[in-house]
């Protein structure tokens, strides 16, 4: 049984301080050309060897993409993070 609560306001919830801000990437269409790359990929190996050839190019080319854009946003943040 949990003790009974003392009087008094809850404790505040921790939030960023004032002036914090709260970074989140733009969307993004790369991880959904990617996954649809490894399908294609993954289809390819019971039907053809080229659309397992399509699959894997477009998983490449996404992922590059991927990285490419990861490190754009890094480098744009600021150096306390």
């Given at each position: 049984?949990?003790?009974?609560?003392?009087?008094?306001?809850?404790?505040?919830?921790?939030?960023?301080?004032?002036?914090?801000?709260?970074?989140?990437?733009?969307?993004?269409?790369?991880?959904?050309?990617?996954?649809?790359?490894?399908?294609?990929?993954?289809?390819g190996l019971v039907l053809s060897w080229a659309?397992?050839?399509?699959?894997?190019?477009?998983?490449?080319?996404?992922?590059?993409?991927?990285?490419?854009?990861?490190?754009?946003?890094?480098?744009?943040?600021?150096?306390?993070?």
């Amino acid at each position: 049984m949990t003790p009974p609560a003392e009087n008094g306001p809850p404790p505040a919830p921790a939030v960023p301080p004032v002036g914090e801000e709260i970074h989140l990437p733009e969307p993004s269409l790369v991880p959904v050309l990617s996954a649809l790359g490894v399908t294609l990929a993954v289809v390819g190996l019971v039907l053809s060897w080229a659309i397992t050839l399509v699959g894997m190019v477009i998983v490449v080319l996404t992922t590059i993409r991927w990285i490419r854009d990861t490190r754009r946003d890094i480098q744009e943040l600021p150096l306390e993070h």
